[in-house]
């Protein structure tokens, strides 16, 4: 599989212990998206990156949660003292021209 | 507020049959719309977006800027229709990728 890859797939973690998520992006694509899906939701943005650089923070981005692109290639989303309400899947996405591809996601459950 | 709208959470429709999912919008400006679809335990994908104005599947999609609608159609659905399907919108220019979307929308397709 080429697409868009995200690691791990699957994160239970108790609650206030720190998580960290990655994403590969398609190679040649230089914008990459987080969103985050809970139970009968559409995915909601998070953030998103133009290269190394991080252009837009959603409201729902709490300080509790930060991300980062160092080399303009893979990222990188860390959630700090984790809470029940984080629990949801983590949707990375790549775009090229218009269409965002996304990965698989993380399935964060938080016990 | 920029706004999807799936006002159906489950569909069902005999094979053969004619589908229509519906999609309203609330978006200032000149928003881009898309229909995303996620079948079972794959990753979530572009179907099809209004300005390519394209057939995919056999699924066609009208925007109708009076209605802000953007419904989804298949005049004969198949057994493999069955997935969840969300719409989605942005606000065009370079905020491509950055994506609302609807609640989504359970296809089932009988036998």
């Known amino acids: 599989d080429t697409g868009v890859s995200q690691d791990p797939r699957h994160k239970i973690t108790k609650r206030g212990q720190n998580v960290t998520f990655r994403c590969d992006p398609i190679?040649?694509?230089?914008?990459l998206y987080w969103y985050r899906q809970t139970l009968g939701q559409g995915p909601e943005f998070l953030t998103y990156f133009q290269n190394e650089a991080q252009l837009e923070k959603s409201r729902l981005l709490s300080d509790r949660f930060s991300a980062e692109r160092p080399k303009g290639s893979f990222s990188t989303l860390e959630i700090q003292r984790t809470e029940q309400g984080d629990s949801a899947m983590y949707l990375c996405?790549?775009?090229?021209?218009?269409?965002?591809?996304f990965g698989q996601g993380t399935r964060l459950t938080v016990v | 507020a920029q706004r999807v709208t799936q006002p159906e959470k489950l569909l069902s429709v005999f094979k053969g049959a004619p589908v229509e999912l519906k999609c309203n919008y609330s978006?200032?400006?000149?928003?881009?719309l898309f229909w995303y679809v996620q079948y079972s335990r794959q990753r979530l994908q572009l179907l099809l977006r209004h300005i390519s104005r394209e057939s995919i599947k056999g699924f066609t999609a009208d925007l109708n800027k009076g209605e802000t609608s953007f419904h989804l159609k298949k005049p004969f659905a198949q057994e493999e229709d069955s997935a969840m399907y969300y719409c989605a919108a942005n606000a065009g220019g370079t905020s491509y990728g950055k994506l609302t979307f609807g609640q989504g929308t359970i296809l089932t397709v009988h036998p």
């Open positions: 978006y200032s400006g000149s928003p881009e």
């Open positions: 190679s040649e694509h230089n914008r």
């Open positions: 996405a790549s775009i090229l021209g218009r269409e965002a591809f």
